[in-house]
């Protein structure tokens, strides 16, 4: 029964390795993403924006399957599962992925404040447009009829 165990054990860290290598090449792609796009936000490049927003939303479904297939994995074998999670190479990984989560969710928080900020000053210059338009109008609307240059009627 040891012996099953153990190849569990084995067999469990092996994927699990694997798995994480995975997800953290994936994390370190989702970081150069969001700074690229952090950048694209900054320097008003609107045009590109939407090509970005698609890849991120590519990269968050890819995130739902990461998820599902680490939770198969600790369904399939939860005793050996927590048992690979504390060997010290998964362990460093899963800490290097963590960092890199970190990382993203500042990058993400950095771009919903500039963005928060755009949209207000979008808001207040759209909301002094229609004061000028206003403006505008009542100056029109004191001018009933043409003006006559020659002084003729």
Request: aromatic letters at 8%; proline letters at 3%; glycine letters at 2%.
């Amino acid at each position: 029964m040891a012996n099953i165990d153990y190849n569990a054990l084995k067999q469990i860290e092996r994927e699990l390795l694997v798995a994480l290598k995975e997800e953290y090449s994936f994390y370190q792609q989702l970081y150069i993403s969001l700074d690229r796009q952090r950048d694209l936000i900054m320097y008003n490049r609107d045009d590109r924006l939407l090509d970005l927003f698609s890849e991120i939303e590519r990269y968050r479904k890819r995130i739902s399957r990461s998820e599902k297939k680490i939770a198969e994995l600790k369904q399939r074998s939860p005793r050996a599962f927590q048992m690979a999670v504390i060997i010290p190479e998964v362990k460093k990984i899963i800490n290097s992925i963590s960092t890199l989560v970190k990382k993203n969710v500042h990058l993400v928080k950095e771009c919903e404040d500039y963005l928060k900020g755009r949209h207000e000053r979008i808001r207040v210059e759209l909301g002094e447009l229609k004061n000028s338009e206003k403006i505008l109008q009542y100056l029109s609307d004191a001018e009933p009829s043409p003006q006559f240059v020659d002084g003729k009627s």
